[in-house]
């Protein structure tokens, strides 16, 4: 199984990217695929979730400005964002669960990360 995120990079605040985590080696529709995010000398934090159904799921500090959508055919999963702040800035990770959990420890596998700096 192989989770490879992509699309991260320096913007400055108030701007967007387009994550992309792209899978291979299982059955993409029959697993939700969350997003967490790492900063610095912090945890590992929520940052959204996506169901088997497409039902989302949001942390409450990116309500209204992350977007989070999968195709299935093309075995992806996109996290738009908007509205950039500097508290953004994190390497952002993707990861398949079972589940649309919050709770990093109960998803299976993981992808590599990726950087995104938001800029003051």
């Known amino acids: 199984v192989q989770l490879q995120a992509s699309g991260g990079g320096l913007v400055q605040a108030g701007g967007s990217l387009r994550l992309s985590c792209a899978a291979s080696?299982?059955?993409?529709?029959?697993?939700?695929i969350g997003w967490f995010r790492q900063a610095p000398g912090k945890g590992r934090e929520f940052v959204t979730t996506?169901?088997?159904?497409?039902?989302?799921y949001y942390a409450d500090s990116v309500k209204g400005r992350f977007t989070i959508s999968r195709d299935d055919a093309k075995n992806t999963v996109y996290l738009q964002m908007n509205s950039l702040k500097p508290g953004d800035t994190a390497v952002y990770y993707c990861?398949?669960?079972?589940?649309?959990?919050?709770?990093?420890?109960?998803?299976?596998?993981w992808g590599q990360g990726t950087q995104v700096t938001v800029s003051s």
């Open positions: 990861a398949a669960g079972m589940n649309p959990y919050y709770d990093a420890g109960l998803y299976n596998y």
């Open positions: 080696g299982l059955t993409f529709s029959s697993y939700a």
């Open positions: 996506i169901g088997i159904g497409g039902s989302t």
